[in-house]
């Protein structure tokens, strides 16, 4: 009943303001896959003060419908580029638990997509490993493309993992987001 309502929500704010066509031009958001694909949206945040890091995602289908989402937390200062390495290294992990076969994944870390889309070795001690396990994970799929998006596109991943920063223990839901991530799912499908 809730997610009737969020669309219908949704739905009706796609007609108020006229957006049906797509983003405006210089607007940058969130965009679907197309029918045979389900979106991954990944982020990392670092918790300096607290010395952990936080992972958030969200799998989407072609209409914009979350599938599922996380918020992880764990300890550990690494840098920024690591902590996207290590949450996508978990979004592949989840995604293929999950039964998805064919995914696109988006991550507003750009150096980490192309490292890992090189078929040169990285050698930075805490990444390459990561990255390695990451394109093994990448060979399970039936098909699996890694793309950069602009923090804009990714927002709802990025709440998710700022959000870890307050959790007990890692929070999963399945066809729902919390309620504060609402209005970010909203907003990419108005």
């Keep these: ?39 991954v949206n990944v982020d990392g945040a670092v918790f300096q003060h607290s010395k952990e890091f936080g992972v958030g995602a969200v799998v989407r289908d072609c ?16 840098r920024v580029e690591a902590v996207e390495a290590y949450g996508l290294r978990g979004a592949f992990q989840w995604a293929y638990e999950l039964g ?8 507003d870390c750009a150096d980490v997509v192309q490292w890992l889309g090189s078929q040169h070795a990285v050698l930075l001690s805490e990444l390459g490993g990561v990255l390695e396990d990451c394109k093994g994970l990448m060979d399970r799929f039936n098909k699996c ?6 923090r804009a596109g990714n927002q709802v991943a990025h709440e998710l993992a700022h959000r870890a920063e307050y959790i007990a223990e890692d929070e999963f839901w399945v066809e729902e987001v919390p309620d504060p991530i609402k209005a970010f799912v909203l907003n990419d499908m108005a």
């Excluded at 209409?63 to 690494?78: K, P, Y």
Aim: glycine residues 8%; proline residues 4%.
């Design 100 to 107: 998805l076969r064919k995914i696109i994944v988006e991550c």
């Design 145 to 150: 493309r890694v793309q950069h998006v602009r």
């Design 1 to 39: 009943m809730a997610v009737r309502f969020l669309q219908e929500y949704a739905e009706a704010i796609k007609h108020k303001c006229g957006t049906q066509g797509g983003p405006r031009r210089g607007e940058i958001k969130w965009e679907p896959p197309d029918e045979s694909h389900f979106k």
């Design 63 to 78: 209409n914009g419908e979350v599938i599922a989402a996380m918020s992880c937390r764990r300890q550990g200062t690494l």
